[in-house]
């Protein structure tokens, strides 16, 4: 099966544009979650998707950003207007649906590739 | 509140070397997960064990292996006869149980460069 799959691999932009970013989950996966590391820090959770409905949304930093997943398929990641310290690595990770809650939220993540973002 | 601790932020070894990567973890949960993951150079989180906080059996796949020990909570992972592919940054994480269980904390990672 492909694995996740994150788009662009790398943009540069500079300091108030905009920047949309694409995650791909692995098909029939129907949690969807966005990370990201900024630079010398920890990998930090920024939101998780049951599908299209937003779960959970408490690491989204500001209202800068803006997390979207039409239709329960790929997710979209908007970066507007980008500052600075919005540079960093952006990573999607999928999981699928167990049986229940407890099974379908531990399972293993499936991280991307991930989108290294650099704004100027 | 959780914390994922990862003292060392690099380690150089020569190939065939065994090389241990620590984890202290802080959590008030009694049920938690404890994951690590592996970055290679071409960048993807690459998922290598997951372990409940009911099972402290020690595990050992392959060349890895895993040491829990809750009663320092701590999470360490060896390498045995490391291989230069084993170069990579590997990060530890801790999870909860039921609906947060993804919602990862992630210690900061240990980079470790085997040479040849």
């Known amino acids: 099966e492909a694995g996740v799959t994150q788009f662009p691999s790398h943009s540069v932009i500079e300091k108030g544009q905009t920047v949309t970013l694409r995650c791909d989950p692995i098909?029939?996966?129907?949690?969807l979650y966005w990370y990201r590391r900024v630079m010398g820090k920890e990998i930090k959770f920024l939101l998780h998707f049951v599908k299209e409905s937003k779960q959970d949304e408490s690491g989204m930093p500001n209202n800068r950003f803006l997390a979207e997943r039409t239709g329960g398929t790929y997710s979209t990641l908007k970066v507007q207007p980008a500052e600075l310290e919005d540079s960093g690595v952006y990573f999607c990770a999928s999981s699928p649906t167990g049986t229940g809650p407890r099974s379908s939220y531990n399972s293993p993540l499936h991280f991307g590739n991930g989108t290294r973002l650099t704004v100027t | 509140a959780q914390k994922v601790t990862q003292a060392q932020t690099e380690i150089s070894v020569v190939e065939k070397e065994d090389v241990t990567l620590d984890c202290v973890y802080e959590t008030r949960d009694t049920t938690y997960y404890l994951f690590w993951y592996k970055q290679p150079p071409s960048g993807e989180l690459v998922f290598l064990i997951r372990?409940?906080?009911?099972?402290?059996q020690n595990e050992i796949s392959g060349r890895y292996s895993w040491n829990f020990q809750k009663s320092t909570s701590s999470f360490n992972f060896t390498i045995t006869a490391s291989q230069v592919v084993d170069s990579a940054v590997y990060f530890c994480?801790?999870?909860?149980?039921?609906?947060?269980?993804?919602?990862?904390?992630f210690g900061g990672g240990t980079r470790v460069l085997v040479k040849p």
């Open positions: 098909s029939g996966h129907d949690n």
């Open positions: 372990r409940n906080s009911f099972d402290e």
């Open positions: 994480a801790l999870g909860r149980s039921g609906a947060a269980g993804n919602k990862l904390t």
